[in-house]
């Protein structure tokens, strides 16, 4: 096959740079072509039938390349599998999940993986779409580091938070610490939070301190006034879980970030106590949280419930 390449219907794509410079396009029904020199047309075939599914992306880890995609599932995430082959050309080898199975890819769908390279070693990168169907403006990325040993690959644990020395390229997982705010630590006092009407407190035996407060109220809001330089929000989980909207904001009321819109169905698990929203790192100062109900939920939610577990300050 040579010149243009005719496409039909839905499809997903990466393209691929091998080390000799050569440049590919892979798709996801499990074909891989060959650019010509100059990347504006195919040059070849160069395999088919090498693993089909939607979100692929391909790439290579010391001596092997890893080919990987999600089900064709459309916005449903699902458990994602990978195939490994020595050369392009050569035999793909399937080897079935790289995530525990059931967790459905820590709820994601694979879309690329990154490669840093360092001084000390090469970190690999899975890159996911958490879509959230039924609100797809509230979707998100998942951003996990692999275990790669030879052929094999895997995400056994998720890891809601980690450091990438990117001059190393090595990474390590974080324990956060800071200030602990509970959410029935009411007031209008800093590191108090400040619930509007619509939000009721109850009692979630997974959650800290075995309480949280719950709204499903549109427009309904709680605050959080506190000193430092980052919050993280933590909330709960039930099957009714909808979609709430985060702000930061400094002590004069402007906003620092965009309302960021959480799907609890989506990003949080079957428990409580699990961070949903971490702001970006801002200098030492007085800031403001604001959590909105916004009426919006996942398609598989039951409702649009949105909880509140804790802050932890920094």
Same mark, same amino acid.
């Given at each position: 096959?040579?010149?243009? @390449?005719? @496409? ?12 000799? *410079? ?17 990347? @504006? ?6 395999? /088919? ?26 916005? #449903? ?24 199975? *059931? ?53 056994? /644990? ?54 949280? #407060? ?101």
């Amino acid at each position: 096959m040579q010149g243009t @390449l005719s @496409l039909t219907g839905a499809d997903d794509f990466q393209v691929f740079q091998d080390t000799d *410079g050569s440049q590919y396009l892979v798709r996801s029904e499990g074909k891989l072509y060959k650019f010509s020199a100059d990347g @504006l047309s195919i040059a070849s075939t160069v395999k /088919t039938g090498i693993q089909s599914g939607e979100g692929v992306s391909l790439y290579q880890a010391g001596s092997t390349y890893f080919w990987q995609s999600s089900q064709g599932s459309y916005w #449903h995430c699902n458990d994602n599998s990978y195939s490994t082959a020595t050369s392009l050309t050569g035999t793909w080898t399937s080897h079935g999940n790289f995530c525990p199975s *059931g967790s459905k890819t820590w709820e994601s769908q694979d879309t690329a993986v990154v490669t840093v390279a360092g001084t000390s070693g090469t970190t690999y990168i899975y890159v996911g779409d958490r879509w959230v169907n039924g609100h797809l403006p509230a979707s998100t990325l998942v951003m996990q580091p692999f275990t790669v040993s030879g052929s094999t690959e895997s995400i056994s /644990t998720y890891n809601p938070m980690w450091n990438l020395d990117v001059a190393a390229g090595t990474w390590s997982p974080v324990t956060p610490s800071g200030t602990i705010v509970n959410d029935n630590t009411t007031g209008t006092a800093p590191n108090q939070f400040t619930y509007s009407s619509g939000w009721t407190a109850g009692s979630c035996s997974t959650c800290y301190n075995g309480d949280s #407060h719950s709204s499903s109220t549109t427009g309904a809001t709680a605050s959080i006034a506190f000193t430092g330089t980052r919050i993280l929000l933590y909330s709960a989980y039930d099957t009714s879980s909808g979609i709430m909207g985060v702000t930061l904001s400094d002590s004069s009321g402007t906003a620092v970030t965009p309302e960021v819109q959480v799907s609890l169905r989506s990003d949080a698990p079957a428990t409580g106590n699990y961070l949903v929203y971490a702001s970006p790192i801002v200098p030492g100062g007085s800031y403001v949280l604001k959590v909105r109900v916004t009426g919006l939920k996942d398609l598989y939610s039951s409702g649009t419930t949105c909880n509140i577990d804790r802050v932890l300050i920094q």
